[in-house]
């Protein structure tokens, strides 16, 4: 409504501007879809569109996190040691079981453990980063590095096998009604985050913390406490994607679990338009973002493109996407 | 500093002589009949943005070694004209003459600047982490033969351009070590280290100590004598009237007035900007409840401040007047909980507090309008709404922040404080300063602050926006808010406190009713005239 309010007191090109400003990203995502379903017509094959959502929801959970920590004016370069970290931990409790075969530590319960073994690396992100004062980019990038060191030192620096049991499996492999269960995780999580950031008042705080951290302090927002809670945002939303992804493997590898997902994330918060220099973002976007990510990985598949040049499409794509936005602008 | 510390606003300027041309005597100057050589002359020039039309040809000259003075509302079109002089933007119609060549149609800054057209911007253009030499020559450092950098040479030459404005800023010191008065003495030095014909000043007293401005002024004076034109962008009136020796006034993108300054007070040119009569107020005696001492100071100490005391009654408007460096600011983010004094206490209806951040002071019912709106006051790029509430928000218990109630707040405090704006939503960094100000007023009006300490509110707010602010700060104050004003405006401290503080040097030197406070008063107890001396009333 308010934006509408914008709309009607200004001429024509403001509200074009305005309404590309707001929908660029959902007009972006619908052209990428015709044009892929032209390129290759399998590409709308049902299947294949739920298969993109089930790859692209791991990543996808940790980016909705990467969102908050973005938008306060932080980054998280630890996401995917963290992932393989906490993995590990569920794998480890998961694979112990009786003589009978009753696992020893209850799936939840294990769950809960990797949850909270994620939660805690964003909870030792935020305090170095706000106690320290130092750059979130070194602490992040330094506690990564030391997390996939723990990793590989547990696992020996190989690949350990989980207990294959279809309780545990079917958390990553199953749907509810032809959608992936990944997905439907993912997608309670960004209702979930949307409300928090769009109505609750820690949202809006984020937005302070990232857009002036010192008004915010002056209005009395406990600006560490705000940062350190976004970390552990995307600590606990990467424990949900270690979950995810173990379940899909049942196996955690030591070196290559997690690799380069906190770069997939941050690519997903960057194309979905929020500005890695805080102060601005929307969920709607990230959520746009994966999933034009997963297209991309789907596509070079459907035309046959070797995996070699993903990295290339993606950077072409995050130019692009930004390019357009601040065109937009 | 060896130069006598004359006040700065000198009796001369009294009310009888408001117009009277103090400091350089730039009159007489001009005056000389000598050959009048038009080093700028712009005809016609008219701009629109976005189909808006800003400025309604106007015509502008200004003539060899002249001090012209331009001044407007906000929104006046003041920037937009001096934007198209100083190459920012091409003009739609009319034409510039530099020294009587026509500049070519879309000069860019750097040909405008090898013309010798310079600008000081408000908003200061400096590298924070290079040096204060490395600022100045930016681009065009002094080489040695070996096609190195001559670091000895330019931090010379930088040393002695600064010596010009006899302050003592080391060459090799970081900006970012500055203070904010010292950071616009290097822009100046490194605009005038150009071959300049014409340079243009943006509101460069605004963040300048009387004394600073003073050196300044003397500074303008020699630059006039040298032939080189001044275009002095001001909202302090009186100022132009010292340094000016004409002044255009502009009015909605139209040309309203260009008068010589010995034709017209200060007030005249309030109202040719602002279209109707402006009254001077002075502010009455606090006629409240003299023993309803809300807030009090008991010897406040730290590195800067030295022993500070002070008392304000419910609903009185306390000013505090002082130097930039005074410690006026410092003393505010003691009372706020920023900064922790080494000794003393701050007492709030009597009693002890222990303020230790800004939430504790906001629990104490105490607001605080910062100095700087865009570094401490606002986040710009959030709306409205989301500014005026954060406070208020915290306040209350919860976890939503009940869109529909804090949209009628935010409606209600629009309307309240005339806050021009499309609506609620609107994000603040694309409102006006005076309107930006009002936003950052309003986030302490909703929280329902009842001790309200307001720094240097009308900083780059125009006439009209002020009359305003100060009409609000008087509503405030009758309805029981007690008001701590830190102001560096003299004119601004007597038209609106009950009572002044003087300070100087992290100490109180004065202390004087609304009807005993003159501007030279105050500036007596502000400079060093009587440190070391006995202290007023302490």
Redesign the interface.
């Known amino acids: 409504m308010d934006a509408l309010e914008i709309g009607s007191e200004s001429r024509p090109v403001d509200l074009m501007k305005s309404v590309w400003h707001n929908y660029s990203i959902l007009l972006v995502f619908g052209a990428i879809i015709v044009i892929c379903g032209i390129a290759a017509p399998r590409f709308l094959n049902p299947d294949n569109l739920l298969n993109i959502l089930r790859n692209t929801s791991i990543v996808g959970a940790i980016a909705l996190g990467m969102t908050f920590v973005i938008i306060a004016g932080g980054i998280d370069l630890s996401s995917g040691p963290v992932l393989a970290t906490s993995g590990a931990v569920l794998i480890l409790l998961q694979r112990m079981v009786h003589a009978d075969g009753s696992p020893v530590v209850p799936l939840p319960l294990a769950i809960l453990a990797c949850l909270s073994v994620g939660t805690a690396f964003g909870f030792l992100n935020g305090m170095v980063i706000t106690k320290a004062k130092l750059p979130p980019f070194i602490v992040t990038l330094a506690v990564g590095i030391l997390a996939r060191s723990v990793v590989m030192y547990f696992c020996r620096g190989a690949t350990i096998m989980g207990n294959n049991i279809p309780q545990f499996t079917g958390i990553g492999n199953g749907s509810v009604l032809n959608v992936p269960i990944p997905f439907i995780i993912v997608v309670i999580l960004a209702i979930l985050f949307h409300v928090l950031l769009t109505r609750s008042k820690f949202g809006t705080y984020v937005f302070a913390v990232g857009g002036n951290e010192n008004a915010a302090r002056y209005s009395g927002i406990k600006v560490d406490r705000i940062r350190i809670i976004t970390y552990m945002l995307v600590g606990l939303c990467t424990g949900t994607a270690a979950t995810v992804e173990m379940s899909r493997m049942a196996a955690v590898a030591a070196t290559t679990s997690g690799s380069q997902y906190e770069f997939e994330a941050i690519t997903a918060v960057i194309v979905g338009g929020t500005s890695l220099s805080g102060g601005k973002g929307r969920l709607i976007g990230t959520v746009v973002g994966f999933i034009i990510l997963g297209i991309v990985n789907n596509m070079m598949i459907m035309l046959n493109i070797s995996p070699y040049l993903s990295g290339a499409v993606k950077g072409a794509v995050i130019l692009f996407a930004v390019l357009l936005q601040s065109r937009g602008r | 500093m060896q130069a006598p510390l004359d006040p700065i606003i000198p009796s001369r300027s009294n009310e009888e002589h408001p117009a009277a041309v103090a400091g350089p005597q730039p009159s007489g100057l001009f005056d000389s009949g000598r050959s009048r050589v038009t080093t700028l002359s712009m005809k016609g020039i008219c701009k629109s943005f976005?189909?808006v039309e800003v400025l309604h040809g106007v015509d502008f000259a200004v003539e060899r070694g002249e001090v012209m003075g331009l001044c407007g509302e906000n929104g006046a079109g003041k920037s937009t004209l001096m934007k198209i002089l100083s190459g920012i933007h091409p003009q739609d119609a009319g034409e510039v003459v530099l020294k009587g060549k026509p500049v070519e149609w879309g000069a860019s800054p750097r040909e405008m600047q090898s013309l010798g057209v310079s600008m000081i911007h408000q908003e200061l253009n400096l590298l924070d982490e290079l040096t204060v030499a490395q600022n100045i020559f930016l681009c065009r450092e002094p080489r040695s033969s070996s096609g190195l950098i001559d670091f000895g040479k330019m931090n010379d030459e930088a040393a002695a351009l600064l010596e010009k404005f006899g302050e003592k800023i080391h060459p090799r010191r970081k900006v970012r070590e500055l203070k904010i008065a010292q950071k616009q003495m290097v822009e100046i030095a490194k605009a005038t280290s150009f071959n300049v014909e014409l340079l243009i000043m943006d509101e460069p007293t605004s963040v300048l100590t009387g004394k600073e401005t003073r050196i300044l002024f003397d500074l303008i004076a020699n630059l006039s004598s040298q032939g080189i034109g001044v275009v002095y962008i001001s909202h302090r009136l009186k100022e132009i009237g010292e340094v000016c020796h004409r002044v255009t006034v502009l009015r909605d993108g139209h040309l309203v007035a260009t008068k010589r300054v010995a034709e017209v007070t200060p007030r005249d040119l309030a109202t040719l900007m602002v279209g109707r009569e402006v009254k001077d107020i002075r502010a009455q005696d606090f006629a409240g409840d003299p023993e309803s001492v809300v807030l009090e100071a008991r010897g406040v100490s730290d590195d800067l401040l030295k022993g500070v005391s002070f008392k304000v009654r419910r609903g009185e408007i306390l000013g505090f007047a002082g130097l930039v460096g005074a410690g006026r600011t410092e003393l505010m983010e003691v009372l706020?909980g920023?900064r922790k004094p080494r000794t003393g206490e701050v007492l709030i209806g009597g009693k002890p507090t222990n303020i230790r951040?800004?939430?504790d002071?906001?629990r104490a019912d105490l607001g605080?309008v910062?100095e700087d709106r865009k570094?401490?006051?606002?986040?710009?790029?959030?709306?409205i709404t989301?500014n005026a509430?954060?406070?208020i928000?915290?306040k209350t218990p919860?976890?939503?922040?009940g869109?529909r109630k804090s949209a009628g707040d935010t409606r209600r405090m629009i309307e309240r404080l005339g806050i021009r704006c499309?609506?609620?939503?609107?994000i603040v960094s694309s409102l006006s300063g005076g309107n930006q100000q009002k936003v950052a007023l309003a986030?302490w009006l909703l929280s329902g602050a009842k001790i309200l300490v307001l720094d240097e509110p009308t900083r780059g707010v125009d006439v009209g926006a002020r009359q305003e602010i100060y009409r609000i700060i008087r509503e405030l104050a009758a309805e029981g808010t007690t008001i701590v004003l830190v102001s560096s405006d003299l004119p601004e401290i007597l038209s609106i406190c009950e009572r002044v503080i003087v300070m100087h040097e992290g100490r109180v030197t004065g202390e004087l009713e609304a009807s005993q406070t003159t501007e030279a008063k105050i500036m007596y107890c502000a400079t060093d005239v009587r440190a070391g001396g006995e202290h007023g009333r302490a």
Not at chain 2, 375 to 383: A, E, H, I, N, P
Not at chain 2, 398 to 401: H, P
């Open positions: 976005f189909g706020f920023i951040n800004a939430m002071a906001i605080f910062t570094d401490t006051g606002l986040v710009l790029c959030r709306d989301e509430n954060y406070v928000w915290q919860g976890l939503f922040k869109k499309i609506g609620p939503a609107q986030k």
